[in-house]
C-alpha cells in the first residue's frame, strides 16, 4: 500500500502479526534504493519482495512486534546496518518478553555513548529529547527520543536532499488519536508523560505514519495530548 508520495521518494506499508504492526518501506524514486522501517512478525517476505537496494534496516524501539524479521533481514542484507535506540536494543538480543524472537545486535545503537554496552534497562527522562542524526546516500533521519513505552522509544524523522517535505514514522508513541501504552514490563507512565509534554512544544507539522493503525499529522494530535495527558 502505497502512503506517501512526493517528487524524491514514495513510502509503502503492510501491517503484519497480530498485533498488525505496519512496516514501511522509505524509496528514493531515482535510485530506488530504500530504507527499511519496523519489520515485524512475518514481513520478511514482502521485504524482499519490493526491496532491491536497501541502505538501512531501523527500529523505532525495541518491542519484539516492530523487530522480528530484523535477524532475517540481516541474513540477506548483511552489507547494511540495522539501528535501534541504545536502551532498547537489549530486548532484541535477550527475547526477554519470551515470544521466540530471533535474536538480533544492532549495527548502530542509537544515542550510545562510547563504551556503553547493551544491557537490560528501564524507562526515565535521561535520554528525553535526545537527537541523533544519520545519512544513507539522499536519504537522511533523525531519531528523536520520546522514552515511556519502552526505555529508547523513538520517532524517526526522515527527509530527502531533493524535497522540502519531512515525514514521521512514531512508532508506539503517538497514533492516530491514540497514544502507545506505559504499562507494560520497561515501560514508565511517568515517563510518557514527560514525554507527551516534551511534544507539545514540536513545533513543526509534518505526515505521521504509527506503528498501528493509520496515519495522521503532528499538529491533529498535538490537540489530542491533554486529553491522554489526564488519563494516564
Not at 524482499?48 to 532475517?72: C, E, M, R, Y
Not at 501504552?181 to 505514519?209: G, I, Q, W
Amino acid at each position: 500500500m502505497n502512503v506517501f508520495e512526493n517528487n524524491a521518494f514514495k513510502v509503502l506499508m503492510q501491517p503484519f502479526g497480530e498485533y498488525q504492526t505496519n512496516c514501511y518501506v522509505a524509496f528514493d524514486k531515482n535510485t530506488q534504493e530504500s530504507l527499511i522501517i519496523d519489520a515485524g512478525i512475518n514481513a520478511i517476505n514482502w521485504v524482499l519482495q519490493n526491496v532491491k537496494k536497501p541502505l538501512a534496516i531501523l527500529n523505532t524501539h525495541g518491542h519484539f512486534d516492530h523487530t522480528w524479521s530484523n535477524a532475517a533481514l540481516k541474513e540477506h542484507f548483511a552489507q547494511i546496518p540495522l539501528l535501534c535506540p541504545f536502551e532498547d536494543a537489549f530486548m532484541l538480543k535477550s527475547d526477554c518478553f519470551s515470544t521466540g524472537l530471533p535474536s538480533s545486535t544492532p549495527d548502530i545503537l542509537v544515542g550510545a555513548k562510547e563504551g556503553e554496552k547493551i544491557e537490560e534497562k528501564m524507562a526515565n527522562i535521561q535520554n528525553l529529547n535526545r537527537k541523533n542524526c544519520y545519512s544513507f546516500n539522499n536519504f537522511s533521519i533523525e531519531f528523536i527520543c520520546y522514552p515511556g513505552h519502552t526505555p529508547g522509544c523513538s520517532v524517526i524523522i526522515l527527509s530527502h536532499k531533493e524535497a522540502e517535505e519531512k515525514i514521521m514514522f512514531s512508532g508506539d508513541f503517538i497514533f492516530y488519536r491514540s497514544i502507545g501504552r506505559s504499562d507494560f514490563p520497561y515501560s514508565s507512565s511517568e515517563a510518557m508523560k514527560k514525554s507527551l509534554e516534551s511534544f507539545l512544544n514540536f513545533e513543526e507539522n509534518m505526515p505521521v505514519f504509527p506503528g498501528h493503525g493509520g496515519s495522521t499529522d503532528v499538529f491533529s494530535e498535538k490537540e489530542n495530548i491533554p486529553y491522554w495527558l489526564a488519563r494516564i
